[in-house]
């Protein structure tokens, strides 16, 4: 899947490019508003899902996610609702650039949410809804504003530079958008989780869609492509929210610690259901061994970055610790809590066997044993 969005986008765009002849012309104005507002309902939906999380667990980085996500659905239905030909809509500017934009709104905001530690993440975390409310109503207004008046200022006109504005905004989205997929798709091989995929193809094809909407030619194939890239990508998100939340019936369960940069805390996500309920058993039943699988496995972890070891290895060294204590478990307890003494047993080694020194003289000289 993520080979298929890292590839399709440049390919089928050379594809159409090379072959004008598929490049085919399909001017629908209707068409268009139905496949824009596929694309809002899906990035609002996203949108909501975060928020919900964030709300609960008051996560700055699901607080951007979810600001993004509303960036991307109000100002891609605003590019729908421009669209000459709708509802009488006149030629006008904002069509071309309001998509451009989204996903440049997009980009900062998981830009931002990928260091949950720095000020942009913590200042939402701290005003989670001063934050979405704020940012909801300025989108708001700006889709209010150029619904109203679309041919207004320099809704009609080009602004000095803008050519050269618009072409720095789309490679530098893209770029980042291609840094960030990178960085989640290292955070999936942790925990090989559906949300962390989802994203990695958000982002990639995200960037596939600012490239054919720079290169595609308006109502060309090539130009409708960024639309089912950025479709795609949205509804892949939509689709690990969902599967997700069937599985763990909460949305905190679903997002929380997405955007974590603890590799341990990516790797504890992939654990199986299975391995949390044997971790849980082992520790209700002995008390004393509460957090040693963890601490332990954590100190593995550090231990393999140091190294440099891959993904896959790092996650193997997380799971020993919690099967050797799961295994410790099949073990009496009271062997363990005991203070009667331990059986007898006879032969080499055995603690019946008695402890020997070497003295000054060359000898051996028997030790004492403390147990008798």
């Known amino acids: 899947m993520v080979l298929v969005a890292l590839l399709a986008p440049p390919g089928t765009l050379l594809l159409l490019r090379t072959v004008p002849a598929l490049d085919l012309v399909l001017r629908s104005a209707p068409a268009h508003l139905v496949v824009v507002t596929a694309i809002s309902a899906c990035a609002l939906a996203v949108a909501v899902a975060a928020a919900t999380a964030a709300g609960r667990s008051r996560d700055g980085s699901l607080v951007l996610l979810a600001l993004g996500c509303l960036g991307v659905g109000f100002l891609m239905l605003g590019h729908?609702?421009?669209?000459?030909?709708?509802?009488?809509?006149?030629?006008?500017?904002?069509?071309?650039?309001?998509?451009?934009?989204?996903?440049?709104?997009?980009?900062?905001?998981?830009?931002?949410?990928?260091?949950?530690?720095?000020?942009?993440?913590?200042?939402?975390?701290?005003?989670?809804?001063?934050?979405?409310?704020?940012?909801?109503?300025?989108?708001?207004?700006?889709?209010?504003?150029?619904?109203?008046?679309p041919t207004a200022g320099v809704g009609a006109r080009s602004l000095p530079g803008e050519a050269d504005i618009r072409l720095a905004l789309v490679l530098a989205s893209a770029l980042v958008l291609v840094a960030l997929g990178a960085m989640h798709w290292q955070r999936w091989r942790l925990e090989r989780d559906r949300m962390q995929l989802a994203l990695v193809v958000a982002c990639l094809l995200s960037a596939g869609a600012l490239l054919s909407l720079q290169l595609g030619r308006l109502w060309h194939l090539a130009w409708?492509?960024?639309?089912?890239?950025?479709?795609?990508?949205?509804?892949a998100a939509i689709y690990a929210v969902?599967?997700?939340?069937?599985?763990?019936?909460?949305?905190?369960?679903?997002?929380?610690?997405?955007?974590?940069?603890d590799p341990m805390a990516h790797i504890s996500r992939g654990y199986s259901e299975t391995l949390r309920a044997l971790?849980?058993?082992?520790?209700?039943?002995?008390?004393?061994?509460?957090?040693?699988?963890?601490?332990v496995a954590e100190l593995s972890v550090q231990v393999g970055l140091r190294l440099g070891l891959r993904p896959a290895a790092l996650r193997t060294l997380a799971a020993g610790p919690t099967c050797t204590t799961?295994?410790?478990?099949?073990?009496?307890?009271?062997?363990?809590?005991?203070?009667?003494?331990?059986?007898?047993?006879?032969?080499?080694?055995?603690?019946?066997?008695?402890?020997?020194?070497?003295?000054?003289?060359?000898?051996?000289?028997?030790?004492?044993?403390?147990?008798?």
């Open 279 to 295: 971790i849980g058993a082992v520790e209700a039943r002995d008390a004393y061994t509460h957090g040693h699988s963890a601490r």
């Open 326 to 372: 799961s295994a410790r478990s099949a073990s009496p307890t009271r062997s363990l809590t005991s203070r009667a003494p331990l059986p007898r047993r006879s032969g080499p080694g055995s603690r019946n066997t008695p402890l020997s020194a070497p003295t000054s003289s060359g000898g051996r000289r028997r030790c004492a044993t403390p147990w008798r």
């Open 80 to 149: 729908g609702l421009m669209t000459p030909g709708v509802a009488g809509r006149p030629p006008n500017l904002w069509v071309g650039r309001l998509p451009v934009l989204a996903i440049a709104v997009f980009t900062a905001c998981l830009g931002l949410a990928a260091w949950p530690q720095r000020a942009a993440a913590a200042w939402a975390g701290r005003w989670p809804r001063a934050t979405l409310t704020a940012g909801g109503a300025m989108l708001a207004l700006a889709l209010i504003a150029v619904s109203l008046w």
């Open 242 to 261: 969902l599967t997700g939340y069937r599985r763990s019936r909460t949305l905190q369960e679903v997002l929380g610690e997405v955007f974590a940069s």
């Open 224 to 235: 409708w492509d960024y639309h089912a890239f950025l479709l795609a990508g949205f509804a």
